[in-house]
């Protein structure tokens, strides 16, 4: 796994910016894998704002979420259908049916996940997963003690995670109790991988994902199994390193 240092969140984000708008320069046609969070909240900003001076296009760009709510519908300003539009697709030039999410108001939860992971593999799976990395290691929301060799699925999310999510939804109830996410066997398929991590708050994990051992119990150390997976971040985050 190769490991770019940078001073803060804003570099690290323009680092990303720079590396994803090289790979749609190198293919136009590149499937990117996107997360959520606040983690790529400055990746968006430097992608829009790409767009709009220097006229990069995401006409032909496809994209695959990592993850969605289930029980929110797209217009739920929480989902992250709603998240992705707001902060990236609607400023910039990408044909909406070229972005795909997991549906988190279908009927059948266990039937969209497995529609969902198809879609992916239908596709021939994303070329560039972008990532964030949750506190206790998770990626997508795949929970410490998810099989290395799971496909995309529904997962009940730890009170960890509900709890840092909070954040977002104003109160720990309103947080979704359920979401379908993306499995490690789906996130390690993509032919290569570019993770996010700023602030002292993800100091130990990143301290873990780089030096402890790669277990399920860990989910993100898996990234160090593939072949072309790099991390970006900060001096906060690399603090305990
Ligand atoms: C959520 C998302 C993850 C994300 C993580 C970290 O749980 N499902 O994809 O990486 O949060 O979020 P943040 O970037 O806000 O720290």
Redesign the pocket.
Known sequence: MKLIKVADYNEMSRIAADYVIERIHRNPQIKLGM??????RGLYRELIADHEKNGTSFKEVQTFN??EYIGLSGQDPQS?RYYMDIFLFDHIDIDKKNTHLPKGDAEDAFAEAEAYEKLIQDSGNVDLQI?????NG????NEPGTPFDSMAHVVELTLA?RN??AKFFGSLESVPKR?I?MGIATIMGSKEILMLVSGA??SEAVSRLLEGPIEEAFPASVLRMHPHATIIADKAALSLC
């Open positions: 997360p959520t969070g606040d983690t790529p990592l993850d992250y990532l964030g990395m949750g506190g998770h990626i997508g929301f995670t840092a999510n979401a996410t708050g993800k």
